[in-house]
């Protein structure tokens, strides 16, 4: 019955969509095939990818047709083949919600956690906390903790945004993790240092001293990672603005010293966050306006998107700032992108002055 | 007042999604509820194509989200955002997906090599 289907796809030609006309009765129908020994991995890496595209389409799968195709789906795990096992995890995950009895798979996903195929333990780290609860979190916690400080990049990324979905459910275990995820912070990698910066800002979000001392020891010790850079960025403008205070603070300086980063990405960061900071001086806003400036004639159209709507939002509440900018907004005008030129468009008219509505 | 200052989070990323050529969907994937209902992500996925195919604007801002494109022979591919968004994140997020296909298909990124190879897509994504 699969060798038919199969060819039948094959015979389709280019085009046509060879997961079009699946029904979802025939591929659980299908889906028996996983109780068979020994596995065809091949075959069942093609059915599980339909499953999955089927879930995907947004087909409806009810509770007892889910959790069988998901129980005949845990068999698959006596099977070594690297890309079916990735399926499987991925299938979880999919299933993780309809299906009932997941935590069947838990001892499966534990074990290859813990084992010593690295290309497992990232994706497994992943499904394991996709289908734990509360009260299981307890029983994986010291595995949770080995996996944040491991040093395959994967790995650890993994625990660390793994960490920062249970953060909803489970507060009070996760937060025990604050000095596993400190040490990934410092990690090379810049994935890992972005995700661990993450957690730990999430972990800490309602503690303001905390925060403000994590600030601080980043803005001195740097970052590798853009990623984590934009986000600090954003940390410190929050503060800022709840701080009210005035903006020569040194978190104002940490800000404005990305101007001259040497990534457009948190560069543009640090110019958003200086324009967006309430009661900005003129004299404050220079520097982060000539960066939009520069940005405005990049040859990538999100730089100069980003560019001129920010730059809008500037004029609306010093327009004086933007003057020295309706010169490359002007080019701007005639962008091939249509959004860009609309924005550049109506920043020059708040901004112009008679003689440049002329030209 | 709008708001001011994005909150800080790692959640940047609302939505992935690949088009064919009429619009039809081939992959999808939501990482928050805007639209909760497949009914509701499909009206989304078609307005969204059709205020952009046919275009090489890479950029624009719809329904209030940002939504970075590139299209590749006979597919359309999406990252959406929030219009609060660092653009260029989201850039990276398109361009880390578009390069990982074209380097896993070993070649041109068309529909039917990508219906070919589904299982590699999925987990691309992931």
């Known amino acids: 019955m699969i060798k038919k289907f199969d060819k039948k796809d094959e015979e389709l030609g280019s085009g046509s969509n060879p997961y079009q006309q699946l029904e979802k009765s025939a591929v659980l129908q299908e889906a028996r095939l996983f109780n068979e020994t020994p596995l065809n991995p091949r075959k069942c890496l093609h059915i599980l990818t339909k499953i999955l595209y ?15 195709a998901f129980f005949a789906m845990t068999k698959l795990f006596q099977c070594n083949d690297q890309t079916l096992r990735r399926m499987c995890y991925l299938t979880i995950k999919e299933m ?21 195929d690295d290309v497992y333990r990232g994706p497994a780290v992943r499904a394991l906390c996709r289908i734990t609860d509360m009260t299981m979190l307890q029983g994986i916690e010291r595995y949770m903790k080995q996996a944040i400080v491991d040093k395959v990049a994967s790995v650890s990324s993994s625990a660390l945004v793994s960490s920062l979905h249970l953060l909803s459910t489970s507060y009070d275990v996760v937060k025990r993790w604050v000095n596993e995820a400190q040490e990934a912070a410092s990690s090379d990698n810049i994935m890992v240092q972005y995700h661990a910066l993450g957690l730990l800002y999430h972990i800490r979000k309602t503690d303001r001293l905390a925060v403000t001392k994590m600030v601080n020891k980043f803005t001195k010790s740097g970052l590798k990672s853009p990623f984590a850079y934009c986000m600090l960025i954003r940390i410190a403008s929050k503060l800022l603005e709840e701080a009210e205070g005035g903006q020569d603070s040194p978190l104002f300086d940490f800000i404005e010293g990305c101007l001259r980063n040497k990534h457009e990405m948190v560069v543009y960061e640090a110019a958003s966050a200086i324009v967006h900071l309430p009661n900005c001086t003129a004299r404050e806003l220079a520097p982060a306006v000539s960066v939009l400036q520069l940005f405005c004639s990049s040859s990538k159209p999100a730089l100069r998107f980003a560019a001129v709507r920010t730059l809008n939002k500037v004029a609306m509440k010093h327009p004086s700032a933007v003057t020295a900018c309706n010169l490359d907004l002007e080019n701007l005008i005639t962008d091939s992108n249509r ?13 112009g002055s008679e003689s440049s509505v002329d030209r | 007042m709008e708001v001011l200052v994005l909150e800080p989070t790692l ?9 064919d050529n009429d619009g039809e969907r081939i992959l999808a994937k939501y990482y928050d509820n805007p639209y909760p209902s497949v009914k509701e992500q499909n009206a989304f996925e078609k307005n969204i194509f059709n205020k952009t ?11 209030g989200l940002t939504v970075v494109y590139k299209s590749n022979i006979d597919l359309y591919f999406y990252v959406i955002g929030s219009s609060h968004e660092n653009e260029l994140m989201l850039v990276a997020v398109l361009n880390c997906l578009f390069d990982s296909l074209s380097q896993m298909l070993r070649k041109n990124v068309e529909k039917r090599t990508l219906l070919e190879n589904m299982e590699a897509v999925f987990l691309a994504i992931d």
């Open chain 1, 54 to 68: 089927l879930l995907n389409q947004g087909e409806h799968f009810g509770t007892t047709e889910a959790t069988e």
């Open chain 2, 53 to 63: 195919h046919r275009t090489d604007r890479a950029i624009a801002l719809l329904e």
């Open chain 1, 96 to 116: 993780a919600n309809i299906s009932e009895d997941v935590i069947i798979v838990t001892s499966s996903l534990t074990k290859d956690m813990t084992g010593k």
């Open chain 2, 11 to 19: 959640y940047t990323v609302k939505a992935i999604f690949i088009i």
């Open chain 1, 339 to 351: 959004s860009i030129a609309t924005l550049a468009i109506t920043t020059l008219l708040k901004t």
